[in-house]
C-alpha cells in the first residue's frame, strides 16, 4: 500500500510559477518511478511528467516541456514538480501517481494505466 498526499496548489496569474509537492508514506519509495498528471474540468486526466526511481530519467508532455520540472527526494519520499510560465490552460486538478508494478524500471511509463497508486490531487488555477 502507498498512500500519496500532493500539496503546493493555488491560484497563480499567468506567467507565474508554483511548485507542487507529493508525499509518499508506505511501501518503498524509493524503488518507483512517479508521474504527475493533470484533469481539467470535461477533458480526460492527461500526462504531465514522471520521473525515474534514480531520477535520471525524465519524460515530459510536449505541451509543459521546458517550463516544467519534474524532480525527486528519496531521502523525504517527495516528488516534486516545479511550474515555471504557467498558462491559463495549465488549470487543472494535479495528480501524483506511483507504478510500484515496475521496481527499478530505467525508463518512466506515460500512460495513466501503467501508474497503480493515486494521491487525491490538488488545484491549480491560472488566471489570464
Known amino acids: 500500500q502507498v498512500l500519496l498526499v500532493e500539496s503546493g496548489g493555488g491560484l497563480v496569474q499567468a506567467g507565474g510559477s508554483l511548485t507542487l509537492s507529493c508525499a509518499a508514506s508506505?511501501?518503498?519509495?524509493?524503488?518507483?518511478?512517479m508521474g504527475w498528471f493533470r484533469q481539467a474540468p470535461g477533458k480526460e486526466r492527461e500526462f504531465v511528467a514522471a520521473?525515474?526511481?534514480?531520477?535520471?530519467?525524465?519524460r515530459y508532455a510536449d505541451s509543459v516541456k521546458g517550463r516544467f520540472t519534474i524532480s525527486r527526494d528519496n531521502a523525504k519520499n517527495t516528488v516534486y514538480l516545479q511550474m515555471n510560465s504557467l498558462k491559463p490552460e495549465d488549470t487543472a486538478v494535479y495528480y501524483c501517481?506511483?507504478?510500484?508494478?515496475?521496481?527499478?524500471?530505467?525508463?518512466?511509463?506515460?500512460?495513466?494505466?501503467?501508474?497503480?497508486?493515486w494521491g487525491q490531487g490538488t488545484q491549480v488555477t491560472v488566471s489570464s
Open positions: 501517481a506511483a507504478d510500484t508494478k515496475r521496481p527499478y524500471s530505467s525508463m518512466p511509463y506515460t500512460t495513466n494505466g501503467a501508474y497503480d497508486y
Open positions: 508506505g511501501r518503498t519509495f524509493s524503488a518507483y518511478a
Open positions: 520521473i525515474s526511481w534514480s531520477g535520471s530519467s525524465t
